[in-house]
């Protein structure tokens, strides 16, 4: 995946239009559920919901989404236009939420590896590493299993459980008759979790092999498309995973991350945030959003990095953490 497609919503109110705000659309090829022909005809009519006079009660994002009758659109406008008006409602800084991360608190990432040969894997584990990430999550299922299991235990024997958490993500990458063993197989490295071990329709299909895992398993793709409160309920209670990873711009936006947050905590399953290859717009809200919840596990928002820049921002991952620099400005 070389490039991506993303389109940027500014807003304002008619009588001040010095003040926008600026919110992105940026639905991922393969796994949102909308397209680009979609998503250009829901901007045409996102135009008219936007014209609503007044301003909502407060500022949840249920709220904003109501008043402006914005859950008839896709999941990637939701999480675009909520971000633009909570900016413009904020005064136009840059400020989506009230939350320690806008104020300068930074936020615990894992760092992630992407898939590549296993050579270039353990390699940009050890860059990880060495640049202060204490948890690192790695894309495996692309190789055979032989190597990844070698490079994960090259790695392990270098850093232990105590000096660094290993997660998984497989994407959906094993199939049913092999994930038993592979996953046996895995939890001798000290896994702290492994996303998406089988895809969609396996995972429903064969659910007690999420719930036997030696690794615990965390719920990512499975999570698209399930907008409702009682199916959200449905697959906590029948899934039974050990934690939910959430993506605001894939999964619903904001209103639907925070149900998804408050039913995951209700059922005591865990959770952490990721985001989807958002430019740092998107990532800036996404972790404004995140930092409210005051998190102890590492999250998902070191992707930012993943594209160059298109304009300068204040957003820089040091020594494991995700920083808003306070004293640099963005720059479109």
């Given at each position: 995946m070389k490039d991506r497609d993303c389109w940027f919503l500014k807003v304002s109110f008619d009588d001040q239009p010095e003040i926008t705000g600026l919110g992105e659309v940026a639905p991922l090829e393969g796994l949102s559920l909308e397209n680009n022909i979609r998503i250009e005809s829901e901007l045409i009519r996102l135009k008219d919901s936007l014209k609503m006079q007044g301003r909502p009660a407060d500022l949840e994002p249920v709220t904003v989404e109501e008043f402006y009758g914005l859950r008839q659109f896709s999941s990637s406008i939701r999480f675009g236009a909520v971000s633009a008006l909570l900016d413009l409602f904020n005064g136009g800084n840059s400020k989506i939420f009230d939350s320690p991360f806008f104020d300068g608190s930074p936020i615990s990432i894992n760092g992630l590896v992407w898939m590549d040969d296993a050579d270039q894997m353990l390699e940009s584990a050890e860059k990880k590493i060495k640049a202060g990430f204490n948890c690192i999550k790695i894309k495996v299922g692309s190789l055979r299993f032989e190597d990844e299991c070698s490079m994960i235990e090259q790695i392990r024997l270098k850093y232990g459980v105590d000096r660094l958490t290993i997660r998984l993500?497989?994407?959906?990458?094993?199939?049913?008759g092999e994930a038993e063993s592979k996953l046996k197989k895995l939890s001798e490295y000290g896994i702290h979790s492994i996303e998406q071990p089988l895809n969609f329709n396996d995972t429903l299909q064969f659910p007690q092999l999420l719930k036997t895992s030696p690794i615990p398993v965390a719920l990512d793709e499975q999570l698209i498309g399930i907008?409702?409160?009682?199916?959200?309920?449905?697959?906590i209670k029948t899934l039974q995973p050990a934690f939910l990873v959430i993506k605001p711009g894939l999964t619903g936006g904001f209103a639907e991350a925070k149900e998804w947050i408050s039913l995951a905590e209700a059922s005591e399953t865990g959770w952490w945030i990721t985001s989807a290859l958002e430019s740092p717009v998107g990532l800036n809200a996404i972790a404004q959003f995140t930092s409210q919840f005051q998190p102890e596990l590492p999250q998902g928002l070191g992707t930012g990095n993943v594209f160059e820049d298109l304009f300068e921002h204040p957003l820089v991952v040091e020594n494991g953490y995700l920083v808003l620099k306070k004293d640099q400005k963005w720059s479109f």
């Open positions: 993500d497989a994407n959906g990458a094993f199939s049913p907008y409702t409160k009682q199916q959200k309920i449905e697959l």
